[in-house]
């Protein structure tokens, strides 16, 4: 895929889109900040807040259902698959993200680092819009080279996975039954990425089966490249004001 189209116009849209859209972004967040945050619901972190002990149903229950309404890891997942044809394919570069994802959850909750959410979201955001930039051939068209796909699935998996748990230090887990609590609801990510996944592949599959894929997919590109920017801007005020309180 060629990012741009017509020289360079291409380009200069989605940067006066991009600027426009920070423009309209930076008056809405004076009076709504960080209103796209994606963390764990009011009902969940109060049971997660109390809950004393282990709780592996529970917990693999709300590891699932994090990752199938986590609408920033979806959208990073729709990037990577969009173009990803071969199953064989498809489950290498899940699986890269998966390990990372895995790795920092786990690494983060049970050693109690975290940094600032907003600033975690705000690169999950930047991962967003790196992914759709990947798929519209941006890298090698305006850089001359494109970045290991695999590593950067892989280092974006660590970023997700990192971002998630802040998310769940903030809630003060009980430090009894942490370990199995912890891993079963990794597990319940996993699963709930499975899910959410084989939807999204399913309806990727029956779109590229029409002609309409080849006249959309850039489209749909730049479309989630918006979204990419949306999140991060939105994350980016939540830390700008974060660290001026």
Known sequence: MSFLTGGSLMAHRI?????ALLFV?????????????????????????????????????????????GYDHLLFLIGVVFFLSRFRDVVIFVSLFSLGHSITLLFGVLSGI?????????????????????????????????????IAVFGFGLVHGFGLSTKLQDIALSPDGLVPNMLAFNVGVEVGQVVALAAILILMNAWRGTESFERHARAANIVLTMLGFVLFFYQAFGFYLEMTA
């Open 15 to 19: 940067l006066r889109l991009a600027f």
């Open 114 to 150: 975290t940094i600032s959410s907003y600033l975690v979201d705000a690169i999950i955001g930047l991962s967003v819009v790196y992914k759709a930039l990947d798929n519209l051939g941006f890298f090698e068209t305006t850089l001359g080279f494109v970045p290991n796909q695999k």
């Open 25 to 69: 972004l930076l008056i809405s967040l004076s009076t709504v900040p960080a209103a796209l945050a994606h963390g764990v619901s009011g009902g969940d972190a109060e049971f997660l807040a109390g809950a004393q002990g282990m709780h592996l149903g529970a917990y693999f229950y709300l590891g699932a259902k994090h990752m199938v309404t």
